[in-house]
């Protein structure tokens, strides 16, 4: 089973990963990373279990309400963030909370390595109830919902960078 044959169960996703991706790289629009069962060269014998597609974001802090003001700080009208633009998890996979710990390397690593600031994670989740769940159960927020939100396939979701950081105590 190599990149080929990865298979989220999600058309759409599985073409972007196995076709855009690439492409989506080398115009800079985006960074695909996979999670493997030895390091990160994907190979026959070393296939994707997992894959995250992340590119620069940005969302209205009226959007985010209730990420975390400290007073005197002055925020702008845009929080920047980092979007996960797409992320699958192959279906052999799934229910053994690979997709849980994704999001938990996504948010350390942001933290970590938060080089241009980044306050904020970002997604479209498919308004499907597991996949929202899924998001909600690791602390992902709906952005309140305006007429647009309500038409669209997808509710964007929010979290606070902010809170994983008092969370783990980490200081950079
Ligand atoms: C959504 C997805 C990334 C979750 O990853 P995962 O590794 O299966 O999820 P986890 O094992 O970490 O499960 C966490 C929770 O998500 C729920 N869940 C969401 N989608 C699920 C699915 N298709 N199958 C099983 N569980 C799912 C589970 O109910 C689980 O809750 P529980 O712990 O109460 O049982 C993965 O199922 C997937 O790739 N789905 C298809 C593509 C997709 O919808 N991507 C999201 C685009 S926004």
Redesign the pocket.
């Known amino acids: 089973m190599s990149l080929d044959e990865f298979n ?3 058309d759409d ?1 599985n073409e972007f990963f196995k076709i855009d991706a690439a492409q989506n790289e080398k115009e800079l629009l985006g960074k695909t990373y996979s999670l493997t069962r030895e390091g990160y060269e994907i190979t026959d014998q070393n296939p994707p279990i997992a894959l995250i597609c992340y590119c620069n974001g940005s969302i209205h802090v009226n959007l985010a309400e209730d990420f975390q003001r400290q007073e005197g700080v002055t925020y702008y009208e845009y929080l920047p963030a980092v979007k996960i633009a797409r ?3 192959h279906q052999d ?8 710990l994704v999001l938990t390397m996504t948010k350390s690593i942001f933290l970590s390595q938060n080089r241009t600031g980044c306050r904020i994670l970002i ?4 308004k ?1 109830d ?2 929202v ?2 998001y909600e ?1 690791n602390g992902f927020q709906r952005i309140h919902e305006s007429n647009k939100e309500k038409k669209a396939s997808t509710w964007t979701m929010y979290y606070d960078l902010k809170r994983f950081q008092e969370q783990k105590g980490v200081f950079f």
């Open positions: 989220c169960g999600d996703l992320l699958g998890v996979f799934k229910g053994y909370h690979i997709g849980d997604v479209d989740a498919y499907k597991k996949v769940k899924f159960e």
